[in-house]
């Protein structure tokens, strides 16, 4: 029986499968789905940990004992847990330990498209790399079984289009769940100096030993075809050589560290030409160089973005490989320019007014990562930065000590969530050092950017069970912060005048601005309605960036389908033109 | 079939392109063709422009259309079918929802939102339909079924049986909302633009 699954889906029937005993990671897209459906399954352990670094570490722990593990995160998680991966490859496993790396190509939801392939060989671990969701689901399966015997761990590198593709899979029935015996082995547990070096020595022994198996791994063929173009290819770019260039001889690379350098050799000794199709960076294209072979790659291919079956066509037929493509028809000749649609904060959104009042108070003011990035953009322009998880308050720190122009005039702004996952060293550290900070956390009581996953002060656990729910206040309080306000992001009044006193009050101090997030609670007041004799047209409501508010005929007005009643512009209307009802302030 | 047939979805964060999916592809698995589904979540969710790639054929190798290879656009809003009107295969269909939308930028006054778009595509583009989905949704019992509108429309321009999309439908919707949705694609499917 074949199920339609999303790579992500695919991973963790997978994991279920093949006997994980417990999962781990923190929500980040496109990583995300992996855990919600893995905890669906019975008898499968599965967390959400505050960040990638503890998930790590717990399922380093867990697999040490003897279990099978499945830690998931987004690219940018595995710099945050690359201090307890780079040293699990020294250890090694007992049970074994896949960990998925969900890498973004094309930035639709992150950051950056840092290009993970390179920490495998950074941290000297096996990698695998699916081109659909039957192998995604397949190479879990593998991935443990090499984690166990090689004594490694193994990331499981995906992309966005892996992730979020749904493609055909055959479900398979579950092994049964067992834990390897564990017995105390301080010589390659225990990573002092001493024990370290022997175990540096063994892991390039233990690597030596993957390489070999890397040559003969199922997962690394050659599909036969023209020996006149030989392309090496791997992930969801196999599907685009597959596409674009049907009938060329193909080495698909599903084991990518390390790479079967022999294969590589007679495969390059078949063809005439050699190319390498890989999104990002060149990371197949530099090692294949260093074999001495002539190849051809980065120079036809972008290093940045995703790759399509329609940019190989036309960067292959560029290269003479390909007849020269016709025009794909572009009836787009002579069309106006459509306006852009930039994602929005959601009407009745809670950060909005903070953004609003921050902009307005020309604060200068840090940033973080969640959806209230999105205040950043206009018309709310409340937002300087955006660099980390974490990194908003380091960041105003900083510029407090170091320029007295912005001295006591700089903000950070950090979600609920990301606070948790690190932001409390950050501010355990404004407090150490001094500083004179404001630090808004914007606790909408959930992880809603990507999808509203629990985390440790909601209360609740990703397998549904009650917990307790960290105390925001109590927890700043403890870390020395004297000053902790709580506020509610309705009341814009109370809001501004909180947020002026503390930052002119010396030291460091923390506003909590708290109200769920709009989707979680699905509360809605009645809709504001728009006085229009009133209304002067001044447009100070569209300030507010709603996507329930326009101008009609000059003319303020509220679209009572997308309205929640949240009344920030009754509060921000000078004229007195738009009336609430009785939610919201 | 040796090529797949390749259906773009575009439409507004909110407006049910998901679910439209979901039925497509079933209906396509269950009429026994190999599919492929591309969608994207996160960041691009919050109001913004959303798109779904549904591919299917006897293989189906890229999960992704490339510009110029739609067979089909879906287009659940004005404005979106405008913007992906570059994956538009000549020779194929658009199907356009008259709703619009407008963009936060229009909304402010920093962008305008072009007024003759319908007539534009049609200036180009032989095989347009439009529908008022929203309405005939609302006449056969909620305006949340605009979507299931759309995709009846949107069967009978793909080589499915229309048992096979009543059945998907069915196994795809929640069963208090079947009677609705069974009529919204029905007026979907019957609807002569």
Request: aromatic share 4%.
């Given at each position: 029986m074949k199920e339609l699954l999303s790579g992500n889906a695919a991973i963790a029937r997978g994991a279920y499968e093949s006997g994980v005993v417990l999962a781990a990671g923190y929500p980040g897209t496109p990583s995300t789905e992996i855990l919600e459906n893995l905890s669906r399954y019975e008898g499968v352990y599965c967390e959400w940990a505050p960040n990638e670094k503890v998930a790590m570490e717990v399922g380093v722990g867990a697999a040490m004992a003897g279990a099978r593990v499945l830690v998931t995160m987004k690219h940018v998680g595995v710099n945050v847990a690359a201090d307890p991966l780079f040293t699990a490859a020294y250890t090694g496993v007992n049970g074994g330990l896949v960990l998925v790396s969900a890498d973004d190509p094309g930035?639709?939801?992150?950051?950056?498209?840092?290009?993970?392939?390179?920490?495998?060989?950074?941290?000297?671990?096996?990698?695998?790399?699916?081109?659909?969701?039957?192998?995604a689901k397949d190479m879990v399966r593998l991935g443990l079984e090499i984690s166990e015997q090689f004594d490694i761990p193994v990331m499981l590198r995906i992309t966005t289009r892996i992730a979020h593709s749904q493609s055909l899979v055959e479900l398979a029935e579950p092994v049964a769940r067992e834990i390897k015996p564990y017995s105390k082995d301080v010589k390659k547990n225990l990573m002092v100096p001493a024990f370290g070096r022997l175990r540096r020595v063994n892991l390039a022994e233990r690597l030596s030993r993957l390489a070999r198996y890397s040559e003969q791994a199922p997962v690394n063929f050659i599909v036969p075809g023209d020996d006149r173009v030989g392309v090496v290819t791997s992930g969801i770019s196999y599907q685009f050589v597959r596409e674009a260039l049907p009938g060329v001889s193909i080495l698909k690379l599903g084991m990518t560290n390390p790479l079967p350098v022999q294969l590589i050799k007679r495969f390059a000794g078949q063809v005439d030409a050699l190319y390498v199709v890989e999104e990002l960076e060149p990371y197949l294209e530099e090692q294949?160089?260093?074999?001495?072979?002539?190849?051809?790659?980065?120079?036809?291919?972008?290093?940045?973005?995703?790759l399509n079956q329609g940019l190989l066509r036309r960067s292959f037929a560029a290269a003479g490989v390909l007849p020269p493509q016709p025009p794909a028809g572009s009836p787009v000749e002579g069309l106006p320019q459509a306006p852009p649609?930039?994602?929005?904060?959601?009407?009745?959104?809670?950060?909005?007014?903070?953004?609003?009042?921050?902009?307005?108070?020309?604060?200068?003011?840090?940033?973080?990562?969640?959806?209230?990035?999105?205040?950043?953009?206009?018309?709310?322009?409340?937002?300087?930065s955006c660099v980390c998880m974490g990194a908003s308050i380091g960041m105003a720190h900083g510029i407090d000590k170091a320029v007295p122009g912005l001295k006591g005039r700089t903000v950070a702004v950090i979600g609920d969530?990301?606070?948790?996952?690190?932001?409390?060293?950050?501010?355990?550290?404004?407090?150490?050092?001094?500083?004179?900070?404001?630090?808004?956390?914007?606790?909408?009581?959930?992880?809603?950017?990507?999808?509203?996953?629990?985390?440790?002060?909601?209360?609740?656990?990703?397998?549904?069970?009650?917990?307790?729910?960290?105390?925001?206040?109590?927890?700043?309080?403890?870390?020395?912060?004297?000053?902790?306000?709580?506020?509610?992001?309705?009341?814009?009044?109370?809001?501004?005048?909180?947020?002026?006193?503390?930052?002119?009050?010396?030291?460091?101090?923390v506003i909590i601005a708290r109200r769920p997030c709009v989707l979680l609670t699905r509360e809605a007041g009645p809709p504001v309605t728009v006085d229009a004799e009133k209304c002067k047209g001044c447009k100070m409501c569209l300030k507010l960036s709603c996507p329930a508010i326009s101008m009609q005929d000059g003319k303020s007005s509220v679209d009572a389908n997308l309205c929640v009643g949240c009344n920030l512009c009754v509060q921000v209307c000078t004229a007195g033109a738009m009336k609430g009802g009785e939610a919201g302030a | 079939m040796l090529k797949p047939v390749n259906v773009l979805l575009v439409g507004v964060g909110g407006q049910g392109t998901i679910l439209a999916s979901k039925v497509l592809a079933a209906a396509a698995r269950a009429a026994g063709y190999d599919v492929k589904v591309s969608e994207i979540h996160g960041m691009a969710q919050r109001g913004g422009s959303v798109v779904t790639q549904v591919r299917l054929?006897?293989?189906?190798?890229?999960?992704l259309i490339a510009e110029g290879e739609a067979d089909v656009i879906l287009a659940f809003e004005q404005l979106e079918a405008l913007r992906w009107l570059a994956y538009h295969k000549p020779g194929g269909t658009i199907i356009i929802n008259n709703?619009?939308?407008?963009?936060?930028?229009?909304?402010?006054?920093?962008?305008?939102?072009?007024?003759?778009?319908?007539?534009?595509?049609?200036?180009?583009?032989?095989?347009?339909q439009v529908l008022d989905a929203l309405q005939m949704a609302v006449e056969c019992g909620s305006a949340k079924a605009a979507n299931v509108v759309l995709l009846g429309a949107?069967?009978?321009?793909?080589?499915?049986?229309?048992?096979v999309w009543r059945q998907a439908l069915e196994n795809t919707v929640p069963p208090r909302f079947l009677e609705i949705n069974n009529a919204a694609f029905t007026a979907g499917y019957g609807a002569r633009c």
């Open positions: 930035m639709h939801s992150s950051q950056n498209e840092q290009d993970n392939r390179y920490y495998a060989r950074f941290a000297k671990v096996a990698m695998l790399e699916p081109s659909d969701s039957q192998e294949i160089r260093m074999l001495g072979l002539k190849v051809t790659g980065k120079e036809l291919l972008p290093d940045t973005g995703e649609r930039p994602p929005v904060l959601c009407p009745g959104c809670p950060h909005r007014g903070v953004f609003y009042t921050l902009q307005r108070l020309k604060l200068t003011v840090t940033g973080d990562i969640g959806c209230y990035t999105l205040g950043g953009l206009p018309p709310l322009e409340g937002m300087d969530s990301t606070f948790l996952h690190s932001g409390i060293t950050g501010l355990l550290n404004a407090v150490y050092n001094g500083s004179d900070i404001t630090v808004l956390i914007l606790d909408n009581r959930t992880t809603a950017m990507t999808g509203h996953q629990d985390h440790p002060a909601t209360g609740r656990t990703l397998m549904g069970r009650e917990a307790p729910a960290v105390d925001l206040a109590a927890l700043c309080r403890s870390l020395g912060v004297q000053r902790v306000q709580v506020v509610d992001p309705l009341d814009m009044a109370r809001l501004k005048e909180v947020i002026k006193s503390e930052v002119a009050a010396p030291g460091p101090s | 054929g006897e293989k189906v190798y890229s999960p709703q619009r939308l407008y963009p936060v930028p229009v909304l402010a006054g920093a962008a305008r939102y072009p007024d003759n778009i319908i007539t534009l595509i049609k200036e180009r583009v032989a095989d347009v949107l069967a009978r321009k793909l080589p499915v049986e229309k048992a």
